[in-house]
């Protein structure tokens, strides 16, 4: 199983803060990469798709990058409604794997 | 709008089976290929399983934590997917969503627990 790894579980931040959260994979992925947004209580919410494309009106601040191993989402000015949890996830094979997550906190 | 709803999520015994539903309005299920993705309480995010559309085989594939107990199939006359799930573990309580990729409903929970 390709296994996604997430460097930081958690992050603290103040609104307007560039926000970068990090996401690795075991083995190579091309651009197989998405990332989701989560609230507690909520279903996922796809932001980005094959690591670069931004999913229909998602705010343009949010923004990723990446391929092969390596990838970002970046959120440019943090606003209240971003804090949330966020997970990187692979589609390139199956079993298809997400990262842990990475919980955006209010500095 | 693109709505998803899953049911069926109720507090079952360990060795037990459930079968959740999840029932698409908004779009066709007919060309979807659609996943299962699960949650346990306070955990990441786990994908259970998918059904690719009959167009596209109508094949299925599984996480190996559920191979051979958990089915997904579809009733695409009924805009439909289905989960059924057979010996079932403490572990596998979780909320359980269906997802289309960018959509996913708003999940159910399913407990197993003595």
């Known amino acids: 199983d390709i296994q996604m790894t997430q460097s930081s579980s958690s992050l603290s931040a103040s609104v307007g803060d560039r926000v970068t959260i990090t996401c690795r994979a075991s083995?190579?992925?091309?651009?197989?990469l998405n990332w989701f947004q989560q609230k507690p209580g909520k279903a996922p919410k796809l932001l980005i798709f094959?690591?670069?494309n931004l999913q229909n009106g998602v705010p343009s601040r949010f923004s990723g990058s990446g391929s092969g191993t390596n990838f970002t989402l970046t959120i440019s000015s943090l606003q209240p409604e971003d804090f949330a949890t966020y997970f990187c996830?692979?589609?390139?094979?199956?079993?298809?794997?997400f990262g842990g997550g990475t919980k955006v906190e209010i500095k | 709008e693109v709505q998803l709803v899953e049911s069926g999520g109720v507090l079952v015994e360990p060795g037990g089976s459930l079968r959740l539903s999840c029932a698409a309005s908004?779009?066709?299920?007919?060309?979807?290929?659609m996943s299962w993705v699960r949650q346990a309480p306070g955990m990441g995010l786990e994908w259970v399983g998918r059904i690719k559309s009959k167009s596209d085989g109508g094949t299925t594939d599984y996480t190996a934590r559920v191979k051979g107990r958990f089915t997904i199939s579809r009733d695409d006359s009924r805009n439909t997917l289905y989960l059924q799930m057979n010996s079932l573990k403490i572990e596998d309580t979780a909320v359980y969503y269906c997802s289309t990729g960018p959509a996913w409903g708003q999940g159910t929970l399913v407990t197993v627990s003595s």
């Open positions: 996830q692979q589609n390139y094979d199956l079993p298809l794997t």
């Open positions: 094959d690591a670069s």
């Open positions: 908004g779009f066709s299920l007919r060309n979807a290929w």
């Open positions: 083995q190579t992925i091309s651009t197989y």
